[in-house]
């Protein structure tokens, strides 16, 4: 069974930083990673990394500003924001995909990033 545990979210001001975290109880694991969904939008991917080797991924408008990591024992992501935008404003979400491309997705947590 797999379980994603969230981090709480919360309000922040623009520039400051905020960490998420999720430890996830999954096997097969490929990926670790966050996808976002700001209000009236879609969900979005947002960063991931790679169980295996570390290897990083993120999307183009959080490159620079926000770090992905793991957890020596590869059970914790940790999602470091820094420099916030109004933007980042979202329900943030933990996800895993398996080796077999099955996603699993935690149950969000709130962003708000205010001007």
């Known amino acids: 069974q797999v379980q994603l545990v969230e981090s709480a979210g919360g309000t922040v001001q623009v520039g400051d930083s905020l960490t998420l975290s999720c430890v996830a109880r999954?096997?097969?694991?490929?990926?670790m990673g966050w996808f976002r969904q700001p209000p009236g939008k879609e969900r979005e991917f947002v960063a991931a990394i790679r169980r295996d080797d570390g290897h990083t991924y993120y999307a183009d408008s959080v490159e620079g500003r926000f770090t992905i990591s793991r957890d020596r024992v590869k059970t914790t992501v940790s999602l470091h924001m820094n420099s916030l935008k109004p933007e980042d404003t979202a329900v943030y979400y933990c996800n895993v995909r398996n080796v077999y491309g099955r996603d699993y997705w935690g149950k969000g947590t709130l962003v708000t990033v205010s001007p």
């Open positions: 999954a096997s097969s694991t490929l990926t």
